[in-house]
């Protein structure tokens, strides 16, 4: 019997702003899961948000890319989309790129991480969720985590993870993917991952071909033409055994990495691990925030949450943060705390560059010396 888990998200409306969520939006998605829990299309599920994205996490027997489910999570994004109106919430409906459901919410604008597995002995599964950013802020934590033996200690004295892993990545812009095994192609695999805005890692396997990670994709400025709000992505990672420790898994974000976000997703900033309610971007709209939620599923019930970075050994992560933040705010307006030119082409930069076109002159040819 395999076991679905999926997170669904959608960023129905914001409150107050793009900073948080409004608590009748949670309370309305958990009444609507509730229901479906109740008609058995649901095993179990949790109701959270991070920023301003509204998160659901549900275990079902159907598989990933269901159509039920799926039509499920747009249906409950939806609902809430109604409350966002009443309420005339910030942006009600940002990420419902169309009106009418199409059979998958892939390249709709919510954004989806899946995986089907047996559950283990014992299933350890963490959450992240991420506000302010986009889905290549996964590409350094997921290479830290399942590659890096200076991380994962696993790598190096446990017998079950010293064969390495094997990388699924996406070309995003090309709609192409690749697989590397790791330690072998640890060169090959960073040459792409290291443009994290171009090439997403989609997937972590054993060398069995077991899934351990899967991260949402979605570029939401790219399916829409223009900006419409980053991505804000999410990962699920299983853990223990095979598979990298808890504290393997968290280790990485004790590192301040700078992402693509913040601001009108036009600016790179540092990611600041929190716990859920401290997941409310204010300070210029940030600083880019992820939250980790970790589980232990047990015949497809989510024993949990435990909020893994409510932990005061994030706290130094924290304050590292906010001094790179203040250093990066003081650039205002030039790189590379503003996104390079080729990224601000799906912001609304453009159409200020429209207004002044004609204002460029053309310079007189240089003379040319022979
Ligand atoms: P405990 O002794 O607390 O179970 O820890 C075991 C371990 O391997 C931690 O990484
Ligand atoms: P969200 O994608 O979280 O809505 O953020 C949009 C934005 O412009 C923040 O300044
Ligand atoms: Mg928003
Ligand atoms: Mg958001
Ligand atoms: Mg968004």
Known sequence: EKLTLSVIKADVGGFVGHSAIHPDLIDTARMALEEARQKGWLIDFHV??????????????????????????????????????????????????????SGNVRGMGPGVAEMELHERESEPVIIFMADKTSAGAWN???????????????????????????????????????????????????????????????????????????????RLALIAGKYVGKDDPVCIVRSQGKFPAVGEVLEPFTMPHIVEGWMRGSHYGPLMP??????????????PRVAALGFQLANGGLIGPRDLFDDPGFDEVRRQVNVLADQLRRHGAFEPHRLPMDEMEYTTLPQVMEKLAERWEALPDEPVSV
């Open 140 to 218: 350094l934590p997921l290479f830290r985590m399942f590659a890096d033996p200076f991380n994962t200690a696993g790598l190096v004295i446990s017998p079950s993870m010293h064969e390495g892993f094997r990388f699924e990545v996406h070309d995003v812009k090309q709609h192409k993917r690749i697989f590397f095994d790791t330690p072998a192609e640890m060169y090959d695999l960073l040459v792409f991952i290291g443009a994290s805005g171009r090439y997403v890692i989609k997937a972590v396997y054993t060398r069995d071909g077991e899934i351990g990670a899967v991260s949402s994709t979605q």
């Open 274 to 287: 929190v716990p859920v309610r401290q997941a409310t971007p204010s300070r210029f709209d940030g600083p």
């Open 48 to 101: 959270t948000a991070c920023g301003d994205d509204l998160q659901l996490i549900m275990t079902h027997s159907r598989g990933v890319d269901d159509v039920e489910i799926h039509h499920l999570a747009w249906q409950v994004f939806e609902r809430c989309t109604a409350i966002a109106r009443k309420l005339k919430l910030y942006g009600a409906g940002q990420d419902l790129l169309t009106d009418a459901f």
